[in-house]
């Protein structure tokens, strides 16, 4: 068994990058859905989330992932601009492969999961 907290081998050895990444896609680390979930459908917003600013798309994921960073403070700013950057990738590899990106592509007035409900 790995104990990576006193040896993090993530940052070193691919296999076991792949497998943190692949467990973090998969599982639900509450008060978070998992991504897996979210895409595929089976994650339903609870009135909170919603109440957040949180609902099914491409923005919650990137919640999921980096929700307390950057998240919630609208379109604009310097620490937004990785957000446009990731929805242009995810815009156009959708396009090549003929796929809808959907809706709610972006979280900019979304709060990090584990967060009161949303106040503009």
Excluded at 95 to 117: A, E, R, T
Aim: glycine share 12%; aromatic share 12%.
């Amino acid at each position: 068994m790995l104990n990576l907290l006193k040896e993090p081998e993530v940052e070193t050895d691919p296999l076991i990058s792949f497998k943190v990444s692949l467990w973090f896609w998969m599982v639900t680390q509450s008060p978070k859905p998992s991504c897996h979930d979210v895409v595929t459908g089976k994650w339903t917003p609870t009135s909170e989330d919603l109440a957040a600013g949180r609902a099914p798309g491409y923005g919650v994921i990137t919640n999921i992932i980096n929700g307390g960073l950057e998240y919630g403070k609208g379109p604009e700013g310097d620490e937004i601009q990785s957000n446009k950057d990731r929805m242009g990738f995810y815009e156009r590899y959708c396009g090549l492969y003929g796929i809808d990106p959907g809706d709610n592509l972006d979280c900019y007035y979304q709060k990090p999961f584990g967060s009161g409900p949303l106040t503009l």
